[in-house]
């Protein structure tokens, strides 16, 4: 009977190992690839696609909402926020098939260049990816002949996803204000 509290201090102790992982709260765990789905060989995919920035006209998918005082007066309209939900199409013409939206914003941000930041999620509402997202977030030199920006990140079947955006303007119309931009996306994923 004599070791009865040490028995007893050895059960709590137990106990209290057990359970320490469970009260400890942690904020950042260690998990293994298997537990995450991503036991698959990482696939690399090219999606090909047209997206129409319609500004002008009586159905807008890309509309002004903010800009600032000097922007009227700006060669490159520096300071204009455009927001977007825009279609993505499989043909250049804007009555081809959908294939999803770019919704977000894109801001023009260069004061001495016709350069953009853009802001957007990939939408797909089409065949395997329909319901995954990609976002690109980057720099378009709208007047140069082809532009770069990353892929940095996706949901669904996108997730885990890095790549980037390979981007040239295929119809670039300002009195309509009707622009189509050919893209081609590179894409790893799970
Ligand atoms: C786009 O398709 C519509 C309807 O099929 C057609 O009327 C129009 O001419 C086409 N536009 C271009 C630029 O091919
Ligand atoms: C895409 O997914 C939505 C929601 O699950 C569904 O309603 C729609 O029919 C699907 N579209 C295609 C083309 O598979």
Redesign the pocket.
Same mark, same amino acid.
């Given at each position: 009977m004599a070791n009865a509290p040490l028995t007893f201090s050895l059960i709590l102790l137990l106990s209290l190992a057990i359970s320490l992982p469970l009260n400890s709260q942690e904020f950042a765990t260690k998990l293994s690839k298997r537990e995450m789905g991503m036991i698959k060989r990482e696939e690399l995919t090219h999606l090909h696609f047209y997206f129409h920035d319609v500004i002008g006209g009586s159905d807008p998918t890309s509309v002004v909402v903010a800009q600032a005082a000097t922007t009227a007066s700006d060669p490159n309209k520096f300071g204009e926020v455009l927001v977007v939900d825009n279609r993505l199409t499989v043909g250049p013409n804007l009555s081809s098939r959908a294939v999803g939206r770019a919704q977000g914003m894109y801001a023009l941000s260069d004061l001495g260049d016709a350069g953009i930041l853009v802001v957007f999620n990939f939408v797909f509402?089409? $065949?395997r990816f329909? $319901?995954s997202t990609l976002t690109v977030v980057g720099r378009d030199a709208v007047l140069s002949a082809s532009r770069e920006m990353p892929v940095i990140g996706g949901t669904g079947d996108f997730r885990f996803a890095r790549g980037y955006a390979r981007t040239r303007t295929h119809l670039l119309d300002v009195k309509r204000g009707y622009v189509v931009e050919e893209y081609h996306v590179y894409v790893f994923h799970y």
């Open positions: 509402t089409e $065949g329909n $319901g």
